[in-house]
């Protein structure tokens, strides 16, 4: 077993997230190769009695996959890949970024959704339910899970699926990592790619109340195979960009077509007439395209998110007005459109409520000093006072940083959390799995 402890030349770097708000110093970190180091890693917490953080992707916008003074468990090593084309699934280690699973899918024109941004973690992004461009088409991630292992808070290896630990497998849906350490994940696949039809539209910030209304009401219309995300940001300076837009507050629609391009071509047209002045939307590949918009590491990130079954014009008033607001040129505020596979028949079977709901709206708030990253931190908390009277009140955790335990009773509602506090009363009853959206053990009757 291989300890990475503070002075180690890979210290700093092991411990390093993507959000640069978050400057944590544990103990010492475990790079874990396999689940017996796994087991081995949990052994020392206890024997120590050190906290236990558990780290992949590290994107984490409250830095849950690190702590101070504690033991991380980091999986980023267990990078296995095996696809099978003909039944349509993949066996997957847990230190897989959501880019390097679509890569190994994409080889054989496969795909799951994935993450936005391609260098997120696939475990947690699966775990805490894993939505993405792809999910109106196919569901959230965690819809097409086969089976999970993991290693438990007492260093035994289960496997939880459909038949084996059923109500295990049931909590994984969303859960988070709150009931193991997950080692490895096997999931069914959907056919897709490699060449899909998707891209950036953009419009100058001036179109901004016209715009938002047009894309709602086309993105309400579209079919399931159609993903449309109203994004507001600021124009960089790229070769791309109208001068006269650089710097200036602008809106995109994120155009992605889970099906045969020719379809997809079509049913883009309808926002083409909305005059873009940028239109990068084209045949491309899917795993180009999911990596073409990752956000930049090193960034100082405050995020949130709420659910809304619609979007009234008042609602985007508040919205457009927050985003002509930005905290910096990084910042955005995003529009995710729901429904279709989302809230169809695999809902039922996660324990995250109100997957009903029709949108999402999303403020990014990033900042490139520690003060912009307060600054950031204030926009987003402003943004979400101002559009709680249009919000439903469910939360998708994923989205957001530690904003309390009633936030997420919320993203599953009181049944599914006492559901969820069962399960972890059983696998985690210590609650040493609590560096993360944290359910707590049931107390025993």
Known sequence: MRWVRPGHPEYDETRRLFNAMIDRHPAVIAPCVDPEGVAEALAYARTHGLDVAVRAGGHSVAGMSMNDGGLVIDVRPMKSARVDPEARTATVGAGLTCGEFDRATQEHGLALTGGRVSTTGLAGFTLGGGSGWLERAFGFACDDLVSVDLVTAAGERVTASARENPELFWALHGGGGNFGVATSFTFGLHQLGPKVHAGVLMWPGDAAPELSRGYRDLAAAAPNEESATLIYGIAPAEPFVPPNMVG??????????????????????????????????????????????????????????????????????????????????????????????????????????????????????????????????????????????????????????????????????????????????????????????????????
């Open 248 to 445: 200036r507050m602008a809106v995109y629609v994120v155009y992605v077509f889970a099906g045969d391009v020719e379809d997809g071509k079509e049913h883009a047209k309808a926002y083409r007439e909305l005059g873009p002045v940028v239109d990068l939307v084209e045949d491309t590949d899917y795993a180009d395209f999911q990596c073409s918009l990752d956000d930049p590491p090193g960034k100082y990130n405050y995020w949130s998110a709420d659910y809304h079954d619609e979007l009234s014009d008042d609602a985007l008033n508040v919205i457009i007005e927050s985003a002509r607001n930005l905290p910096g040129p990084s910042s955005q505020q995003l529009i995710a459109h729901w429904g279709g596979a989302v809230s169809g028949p695999a809902a039922a079977a996660t324990p995250l409520l109100n997957r009903s709901a029709s949108w999402v709206s999303h403020p990014f708030g990033l900042g490139d000093t520690p003060q912009g990253g307060q600054e950031a931190k204030a926009w987003v908390k402003r943004f979400r006072q101002d559009i709680s009277p249009y919000a439903t009140g469910g939360v998708w955790l994923n989205f957001i940083g530690d904003e309390g335990q009633a936030r997420i009773r919320a993203a599953y509602g009181d049944e599914n959390y006492n559901r969820l506090a069962e399960v972890k009363r059983e696998f985690d009853p210590g609650n040493v799995f609590r560096g993360n959206q944290n359910i707590r053990p049931a107390v025993a009757v």
